[in-house]
């Protein structure tokens, strides 16, 4: 049996050890006992950290999440059940946090990756196809998430759903009463969502939802777009990939799944993913009459960079642009066929995270049903009817009497 935890940590706290998570094999049924646990932090609000642990047979994974400049995820794979999460506070709240955060035994990493929410684009967007054919649309000063005001984590821990949120505020005050989130989900165990998009996970994923929540847009034709960026280890390097279905079954209207995959090194580590479907939506209540359209720029690789401070500087180190490939891409909300958000005020866009092939759609067994059903139909009354057809002219052949 694994063991997963989902630990929430404050600033301020002395030096601290964590253990870490399992990579499990997809298609293997895996369950976990699963805990939360938080520990006291300071005044600081912003200064958050939270840990997702799993525990398995000679490796543990671990996703260590934080709103410490950029809201940042980093990704971990060691060969270790014993490995363990070491944060120095002090360092870690420093201009140079290099260094604050690492993994013990030493050498036990085999694989590590970070993905970094960086910036919250607005831009007009009245003529929303210009953006998908590369031209350049008017954009407003981007909110930079590094300079947000985030509230404690821990006042937003769900013990039972195995949730946490990061909530923040633009502290320059541009958006009035509206917030930022991303809400983070660990799994227990393989299955897909409820709600809307109905993502598939895996044991060894965790989903993160951006939402946007009152926030006044700076014209009447506005929409939002947030960059995303990752950090890859030298020798690696991110691949986008579109995949496309017939299947619409579980998020209706919706063909497509956009991912960012890591191509591993060996044969024996990785790849990790990030993966998302091309929709967002305008409720709480997530429908397909709420639905706004989802569209993402090409993958940049070139002369990339990542600001800091931010928990991948703490990890990476400072110079992440010589040491580490960093890419980035931009995903924009909104298009021609509606303004979801202007009339409702809120977006939340879903993504999963993990490691392992990505989980991919398959038609369920009622779709595979019904399709075997109505092509199946057809094809027994062609044959009952050649039947029929021929029992007749056999019939009708030996009745006949030949005259002498």
């Known amino acids: 049996m694994g063991l997963c935890r989902l630990l929430i940590f404050g600033a301020l706290c002395p030096q601290l050890t964590i253990s870490g998570a399992k990579l499990m094999e997809l298609g293997e049924t895996v369950f976990y006992w699963v805990t939360l646990q938080a520990v006291p932090g300071s005044i600081s609000s912003s200064a958050n950290l939270l840990h997702v642990?799993?525990?398995?047979?000679?490796?543990?994974?671990?996703?260590?999440w934080s709103s410490i400049g950029a809201p940042t995820v980093l990704l971990l794979y060691t060969q270790s059940e014993s490995s363990a999460l070491r944060v120095n506070w002090t360092k870690l709240l420093s201009a140079s946090p290099a260094g604050a955060i690492w993994i013990e035994p030493p050498g036990s990493v085999v694989y590590s990756t970070a993905?970094?929410?960086?910036?919250?684009?607005?831009?007009?967007?009245?003529n929303a196809s210009a953006l998908s054919k590369g031209q350049e649309e008017p954009f407003y000063p981007p909110y930079d998430l590094a300079g947000f005001s985030w509230q404690s984590v821990n006042c937003t821990v769900n013990q039972t759903a195995l949730t946490a949120r990061f909530q923040g505020v633009d502290p320059g005050g541009a958006f009035g009463n509206g917030t930022i989130s991303f809400q983070v989900t660990a799994y227990e165990q393989g299955g897909r969502d409820g709600p809307l998009p109905r993502l598939l996970h895996t044991a060894n994923s965790s989903k993160v939802e951006f939402i946007m929540d009152k926030v006044a847009p700076r014209g009447n034709s506005s929409r939002f777009m947030l960059e995303v960026v990752t950090v890859e280890e030298k020798g690696g390097r991110k691949r986008l990939?579109?995949?496309?279905?017939?299947?619409?079954?579980?998020?209706?209207?919706?063909?497509e799944m956009a991912q960012l995959v890591s191509e591993s090194r060996n044969n024996s580590i990785g790849p990790s993913f990030f993966q998302w479907k091309t929709t967002a939506y305008g409720s709480r209540e997530a429908s397909r009459e709420n639905a706004i359209r989802c569209r993402y720029r090409p993958l940049q690789t070139a002369n990339r960079t990542l600001p800091g401070p931010s928990i991948a500087h703490a990890y990476f180190g400072e110079d992440l642009g010589r040491s580490h490939r960093i890419a980035a891409i931009n995903i924009s909300f909104g298009g021609e066929d509606g303004e979801v958000y202007a009339e409702k005020g809120y977006l939340s866009w879903s993504a999963l995270l993990g490691f392992g092939t990505p989980p991919k759609d398959a038609f369920s067994p009622l779709v595979?049903?019904?399709?075997?059903?109505?092509?199946?139909?057809?094809?027994?009354?062609?044959?009952a009817g050649g039947l029929v057809v021929l029992f007749a002219r056999r019939k009708r052949h030996s009745q006949y009497e030949p005259i002498n």
């Open 368 to 383: 595979v049903a019904i399709v075997a059903v109505a092509l199946g139909i057809p094809v027994v009354l062609l044959l």
């Open 53 to 64: 642990r799993a525990v398995g047979r000679n490796d543990t994974l671990h996703y260590v």
């Open 241 to 255: 990939q579109s995949v496309r279905s017939i299947d619409d079954e579980y998020t209706p209207t919706i063909f």
């Open 115 to 126: 993905v970094v929410f960086t910036k919250v684009f607005e831009y007009n967007g009245a």
